[in-house]
Structures are given as structure tokens and as C-alpha cells.
């Protein structure tokens, strides 16, 4: 029983990371938000999880899928 609670629990996570990283890296970019919605999203969220200004980059499975560049906040 807890085999197949643990795999649920990998398949869940491994389910919601690759639905969740693109989601993250678009609200980074300003992709999602726009005027003050984006500059809100960057004070609040960004600063609560440590995010700085400056490049980032999106990859997966080891290929670089987009880069763009965080504004000051």
C-alpha cells in the first residue's frame, strides 16, 4: 500500500513540474501579467521566494527552451 502511495506521490509531482516550471517562467517574464498585476506578482511573490532582477533561462530535458529577462521591481 505505501509502494503505490509513494509512486502516486512521483507521478503527481513529476505531473505538476511539467505543467508548473513553463507556468513559472511565463509569470517571470511577464508573459501571464502585464501592467501592475506583473509588477505586483514581481514585488510580492519574487521577493517572498528570493528572486532577483536580471536573465533567466527555461530548459528542459537538458535543451534550452527560452531566455528572458526579469525587469527591477
Known amino acids: 500500500m505505501q509502494y503505490k502511495t509513494e509512486c502516486a506521490k512521483e507521478q503527481l509531482q513529476e505531473l505538476s513540474n511539467d ?3 513553463p507556468m ?8 501571464n501579467f ?3 498585476d506583473y509588477q ?3 514585488r510580492t511573490v519574487c521577493q517572498d521566494i528570493g528572486v532577483t532582477t536580471g ?3 527555461y ?3 537538458n ?3 527560452e531566455k528572458a529577462t526579469i ?3
Open 24 to 31: 513559472i517562467f511565463k509569470n517571470l517574464c511577464g508573459k
Open 71 to 73: 525587469p527591477v521591481f
Open 40 to 42: 505586483n506578482y514581481l
Open 34 to 36: 502585464s501592467g501592475n
Open 59 to 61: 530548459y528542459a530535458d
Open 63 to 65: 535543451v534550452l527552451i
Open 19 to 21: 505543467i508548473s516550471i
Open 55 to 57: 536573465a533567466i533561462e
